[in-house]
């Protein structure tokens, strides 16, 4: 619950404390940061755990965040456009809906939601690695380990390179061609026997939705007014969330019912096949740019 209260709020104020120009290149480092963490922090634990006990890890925890506190002193007031109100619960339920009502007007927004969704549902695999580890890749050492940390490290090197996608100005082609690549990577991993190539094909995995990830970001914080900014947040936070645990669901039921390969390669061609029919029958978003030439306003190329 807090998760969701402080995730959206910390990223809809980037535009306001860096700029538009600079969004693109705000979100790299951060998702950088956090993909960084994902990998780190386990590797941190598991030292301190060993060292002490989890009253050990929970204490260094507790003190990181105590030291975290007082850096954000130095925020400037960061009130949306109109001013703030207080918080309560009836304006947060109508807020929600006044998000979603923006939504149906805005297609080129709404798309990025969309189009995230369907890369989760069909394509996300974490499902799979357990029983790949006890199966396709018993023999090889650390193999759960090394299924669960690839994406991570696909997305921290497509982080720490990120220069040209911060400048890409093609947004809306971009994602579709990240997503389709997502696919590809998904199904290549699905039929691969190789502990090497299932941990290469889901590092890029991990690569093309950082990509994806920093464009769609970016397009809902330039596309929305400041006063919608948290609102989109909010429900891309929904979709990040709930998206891979439907992702894991499909992939479960699938891999019970029929095998593991034909799972990933038939979220992997669904995907890519979706992103064809997306360019298609939604050319706003497909000709959505970020034009940094104007005040950094992003417009649909039409």
Known sequence: ????????????????????????????????????????????????????????????DAIGLLIALPLLRGLPPLLPDGG??????????????????????????????????????????????????????????????????????????AGVLSGPVAR???QGAVILVAIAAWGIAVALFGVTTSLFWAVFF?????????VSAVLRTSILQSGAPDAMRGRMQGVFIVV?????????????AMATSLTIPATMVSGGVLIVVAMVIVAIAVPTFRRYRFDDRDSGSSTPAL
């Open 1 to 60: 619950a807090c998760f969701a209260v402080n995730a959206p709020t910390r990223s809809a104020t980037i535009p306001a404390l860096v700029g538009l120009r600079r969004t693109p290149a705000a979100n790299a480092l951060n998702m950088t940061v956090t993909q960084a963490g994902i990998i780190g922090a386990p590797l941190i634990a598991g030292l301190l755990i060993g060292a002490g006990d989890l009253q050990l890890t929970y204490a260094v």
């Open 84 to 157: 703030g109100g207080r918080i309560n619960l009836t304006g947060a339920v109508r807020s929600v809906g006044e998000g979603f009502t923006f939504l149906r007007t805005q297609p080129a927004l709404l798309m990025t939601f969309v189009v995230d969704i369907i890369a989760m549902v069909f394509g996300f695999p974490r499902a799979v690695f357990p029983e790949l580890a006890d199966t396709t890749f018993a023999g090889s050492s650390n193999a759960l380990g090394w299924l669960f940390a690839a994406m991570s490290i696909g997305a921290v090197v």
């Open 168 to 170: 890409v100005q093609r």
């Open 202 to 210: 889901l590092a890029m995995s991990g690569a093309a939705d950082m």
């Open 240 to 252: 990040v969330a709930g998206g891979p645990r439907l992702g894991d669901l499909r992939a479960g």
